[in-house]
């Protein structure tokens, strides 16, 4: 049995190196990015300044462009109204007016005394951990994965690693509190039988094995932990599981005893049932550029999910993707790229002037034409899509403070040019003032203004990651997240490990600096959130432009995967600058290095998901131009396969799910997922309902 486990080990180690093919072995400077045009179209620059010119709201700006001043206008007693009413919408009171600054004070000192002790303490655990944790041999190991310029180059340092620390034989142990790994066993085992088998039966039965084992998180094995015990994969039952659900889906798709329409429908729902991921990219200003790195090896390992969103500079990293084909970037994502960047090539004198006289350090004129070059020219979200199959999506807030956040992409802005999205996106208050959306006009060359010519600033300022949308819109529920934002990183602590990242104390199985150190890192953090909860509510903090600033340090910044850049002190200096050849090579070398530990946890998702969509896309070229069927057909599926006599399907589909939580009478159980046995069974639960 140990020589079985050994073998499967290694095989499944072997293939995890195999596949870091040539494209994942090529270094940065393999690639040369070609001439292109600027993609400068001057009709649409005037007419975005045309837009600017009109009506501004924002009483603070007096200029909106270094060639557009503003136009001072009397105000009209209407507009003063406004203003009032504006203004009495601030909580007023004599205790209020009283006790407003000396609480801020209080509170605020209380802040930095814990900011300061949690700093502290985090260098502290890493000093620890590099003086007795990382000595001898072990450190030269880690070295050698810390300098690798390659995937596979890294993928056998952590090989290494893993076998050294006897990390392969927590791989071979099957038993994990964190996964159901008897239902994983037996759902590997019946597969295996019905894709093998020829019979129509078994075939039915294949079909709804993978209807109960296609949910998010089925039996757990989306678990952080069951990747941050390794360097280098997980369970060997799990890349198992994960490799025979992939192969029963191409074979039920050309299985011959069941009908194209049949198959359709089912494939449907292990759509709906399983969801979809999204690439987030945070905002960051100039720590934006480590998104680079991400996107490199992501692009490289074929793991980039089709759906991507973007926010603040995340936005501009994003537009670069989702306009461009794949051998467009494989051309241009290298360090060479720093040669096209010249947003903020400006002395600092000239930028704090504009400060001072309008307001913010950006011209939007010099932005409009230098986001013209990495989104493509002026490409719509529709027209985007159209050419890539990507779903870009931008996350902005209108400028008035109490209007909700707006997540455009190709289905709620289809006609809103790309470059304006991504300006509103990075129009931080102080930096480039709320610019308006533009969109094309039809059968014109000119842009228009989009939504009534209304201004809007960027989206990180209240949603950094828009999980809520995306799932709204597009049935996403897992999202791999690039968090570069530098407020955000600095409270992420892995006290049990990340993905690819062991706990070196007690062989993987102790606390991140021992249980008192992570513990005390809990309470700090929990009562440094405790106490900006409590300036957001009482409304402690002054507004400052227009913005109400509680809610940057009050999201949701991480994912179901979330990749952080390893920063240092002097990347601050660079928070508002554009990066040379030699500095972007550093960045994009330290993204990529950051994003490799985590692939085998993104890999073992995307391959499912991605076989899953392949399938569909197979299954409509054989019908055709046929549309997907309603839930009307749905239910008529599900109910005639649901119609069995004796109960036997019943007890078929029993056996997969958790016997513990079927005696409790919670049919879904482990399965994990938003539709269990008993709503395949009783069709009607499923009908116009995609989501829990």
Not at 82 to 88: N, P, S
Not at 206 to 222: S, T
Not at 310 to 328: Q, W
């Amino acid at each position: 049995m140990a020589q079985n486990s050994e073998k499967a080990i290694k095989k499944t180690t072997n293939k995890i190196i195999k596949t870091a093919d040539d494209s994942g072995t090529k270094s940065l400077d393999d690639h040369k990015i070609p001439k292109q045009k600027d993609y400068v179209n001057e009709t649409h620059v005037s007419d975005f300044l045309k837009a600017l010119a009109y009506d501004p709201t924002s009483e603070h700006i007096s200029a909106w462009t270094d060639a557009l001043p503003a136009v001072h206008q009397t105000i009209s007693k209407k507009s003063k109204k406004r203003l009032i009413r504006e203004e009495a919408a601030k909580p007023n009171g004599l205790s209020y007016s009283l006790l407003q600054y000396p609480l801020m004070f209080i509170i605020g000192t209380i802040i930095l005394i814990e900011l300061m002790a949690y700093i502290s303490l985090r260098q502290i655990v890493r000093i620890w951990e590099n003086v007795f944790s990382w000595r001898g041999k072990k450190k030269k190991l880690r070295d050698q994965l810390r300098q690798s310029t390659s995937y596979r180059e890294w993928c056998e340092a952590a090989d290494r690693l893993d076998r050294y620390m006897k990390k392969d034989e927590w791989k071979r142990t099957i038993p994990f509190a964190y996964y159901d790994y008897r239902l994983l066993q037996k759902v590997v085992e019946h597969l295996k039988i019905y894709r093998k088998s020829e019979t129509e039966e078994d075939a039915m039965k294949m079909m709804d094995v993978l209807y109960v084992c296609l949910k998010q998180n089925f039996a757990g094995i989306e678990n952080v932990q069951l990747y941050s015990h390794t360097y280098l994969g997980t369970k060997v039952l799990i890349e198992e599981y994960v490799e025979e659900v992939t192969r029963s889906i191409e074979a039920l798709v050309k299985n011959p005893h069941i009908p194209l329409q049949e198959k359709s429908l089912a494939f449907k729902l292990y759509s709906k049932n399983y969801g979809r991921s999204a690439f987030c990219l945070s905002g960051g200003a100039g720590f934006g550029y480590y998104h680079l790195g991400v996107i490199r090896a992501l692009l490289d390992r074929g793991l980039l999910p089709s759906i991507i969103t973007g926010t603040s500079a995340g936005s501009l990293m994003g537009a670069i993707v989702c306009t461009r084909s794949n051998e467009e970037l494989d051309e241009i994502l290298n360090p060479q790229l720093a040669e096209r960047i010249r947003i903020c090539s400006e002395s600092w004198s000239t930028m704090l002037l504009r400060f001072f006289n309008k307001g913010a350090l950006f011209d939007p004129q010099r932005w409009c034409r230098e986001a013209m070059w990495f989104c493509n020219g002026s490409l719509t979200f529709k027209e985007a899509y159209e050419k890539t199959g990507r779903i870009f999506n931008v996350s902005v807030i209108p400028y008035d403070p109490h209007s909700p956040p707006k997540l455009l992409n190709y289905m709620t802005a289809p006609d809103c040019v790309i470059w304006s999205a991504v300006l509103a996106s990075a129009a931080i208050p102080g930096i480039l003032p709320p610019v308006v959306l533009m969109q094309k006009k039809p059968r014109s060359d000119h842009l228009i203004p989009y939504n009534y010519g209304h201004k809007f600033k960027d989206g990180s300022l209240r949603t950094d990651i828009p999980t809520l949308a995306l799932n709204t819109q597009f049935n996403v529920n897992y999202t791999i997240v690039s968090q570069v934002n530098p407020h955000v990183h600095l409270f992420f602590y892995a006290n049990q490990g990340s993905p690819g990242r062991p706990v070196t104390h007690r062989q993987g199985n102790g606390w991140r600096g021992g249980f008192l150190a992570s513990t005390i890192e809990q309470l700090l953090k929990l009562d440094l959130t405790k106490w900006m909860k409590v300036i957001r509510h009482l409304k402690l903090l002054p507004t400052i432009h227009d913005q109400d600033w509680s809610s940057v340090f009050l999201q949701k910044f991480d994912g179901n995967v979330t990749i952080l850049p390893k920063t240092g002190i002097t990347d601050w200096l660079y928070t508002i600058a554009d990066p040379d050849q030699s500095r972007l090579k550093k960045l994009m070398n330290i993204g990529q290095l950051r994003t490799w530990p985590t692939v085998s946890m993104i890999s073992n998702r995307m391959r499912i998901e991605t076989a899953i969509e392949m399938c569909r896309k197979t299954l409509r070229k054989h019908e055709g131009q046929m549309s997907d069927a309603g839930s009307e057909d749905e239910s008529t599926f599900l109910n005639r396969r649901s119609s069995m006599q004796d109960g036997e399907r019943r007890q078929f589909m029993a056996q997969f799910n958790d016997t513990e939580a079927l005696n409790k009478g919670d049919v879904q159980g482990v399965v994990g997922g938003e539709i269990g046995e008993k709503e395949w069974l009783d069709h009607s639960v499923l009908e116009d309902s995609d989501e829990e």
